[in-house]
């Protein structure tokens, strides 16, 4: 099957599924029709790529499905205008779909691998309002000014507190937070004043964190 007729038919299922769920942001299913999964997928899971399951990348990592990521950036409640902090880059997919609804995305990995790859794809596609760094982002960004929204895809042992500062007021930041059974649970943390205000989602594949900068890749 060549891949015009893999994206066409997996944006259909995807489609499908996410109407199914309630899921109907015109804004949301835009980008996402207008950002080729395959793209950001190695070309033997391509028939894969719009499966609602993880799928292995670089660097031993995992592209968490576009179900998944419809699912955060719903949930996220993005605006246009908006700039948007994004740690963990992954595969560059959840930050290529955000950035054709906000005005500008900083996306972060500790893995350089990843970062250049991602950097590929998005020249690829035309998109230039995402900025792409290898970085330590287990506290955030310091120096690049307030978020209105952040998004974190790897998980947090309790509250992350040091991002609080990052957040302009009333932003919202999703984090994953592992729980004492070893999984971890979407957090939506909304800014009042200088304190988190917590909603729990659902329950994500996000692994912990890993500190500091990847040598080798």
């Known amino acids: 099957m060549n891949v015009r007729l893999l994206e066409k038919e997996g944006f259909a299922s995807l489609y499908l599924r996410l109407r199914a769920e309630g899921l109907a ?3 949301l299913l835009t980008a996402l029709e207008q950002t080729p999964r395959t793209l950001f997928v190695s ?7 719009y499966q609602d399951r993880l799928l292995p990348i670089d660097c031993g990592g995992f592209a968490e499905s576009a179900d998944l990521v419809a699912r955060l950036l719903s949930a996220l409640a993005i605006e246009p205008g908006q700039r948007m902090l994004d740690v963990g880059t992954g595969s560059g997919f959840l930050a290529a779909v955000a950035a054709r609804m906000v005005e500008r995305v900083v996306t972060v ?3 350089k691998t990843l970062v250049q790859l991602a950097q590929q794809r998005f020249a690829h596609l035309g998109i230039s309002n995402v900025i792409a760094r290898q970085a330590d982002g287990a506290k955030g960004m310091n120096g690049e000014g307030a978020f209105d929204r952040i998004i974190a895809t790897c998980a947090f042992d309790g509250m992350p507190r040091p991002f609080i500062d990052q957040l302009a007021s009333g932003g919202v930041m999703l984090a994953p937070i ?6 971890a649970h979407m957090a939506r943390l909304t800014k009042i004043g200088s304190r988190f205000e917590r909603e729990d989602l659902f329950e994500v594949p ?9 040598l080798a890749l």
């Open 109 to 111: 990995d500790r893995y």
């Open 43 to 49: 070309a033997a899971y391509a028939d894969a790529a």
């Open 206 to 214: 996000y692994r912990p964190f890993t500190p500091g900068l990847a």
């Open 25 to 27: 942001d015109k804004a």
């Open 178 to 183: 592992m729980s004492e059974g070893g999984t």
